[in-house]
């Protein structure tokens, strides 16, 4: 496979996908922000708790979107 035949396989990414995951991030951190800060739990449980949100997250996004191609 050369390169351009390789630049073709490749879809591009929307512009709301790229903002929806940005969003994503902002609101984790921020999670984890008021996990550790506000509710006083330690550090290591705070990254904890707002990873699994963010792979909840995620896991969810991909059920979705395999639901939604498999319809057609």
């Given at each position: 496979?050369?390169?351009?035949?390789?630049?073709?396989?490749?879809?591009?990414?929307?512009?709301?996908t790229?903002?929806?995951?940005?969003?994503?991030v902002?609101?984790?951190?921020?999670?984890?922000?008021?996990?550790?800060?506000v509710?006083?739990?330690?550090?290591?449980?705070?990254?904890?708790?707002?990873?699994?949100?963010?792979?909840?997250?995620?896991?969810?996004?991909?059920?979705?979107?395999?639901i939604?191609?498999?319809?057609?």
């Open positions: 496979m050369g390169i351009d035949e390789l630049d073709r396989a490749v879809a591009p990414v929307s512009r709301l790229v903002a929806s995951y940005t969003l994503l902002v609101l984790l951190f921020a999670w984890f922000l008021y996990g550790w800060l509710q006083r739990q330690g550090l290591v449980a705070s990254i904890g708790e707002s990873a699994g949100t963010g792979f909840a997250t995620l896991v969810v996004v991909s059920i979705i979107g395999s939604r191609k498999a319809r057609g």
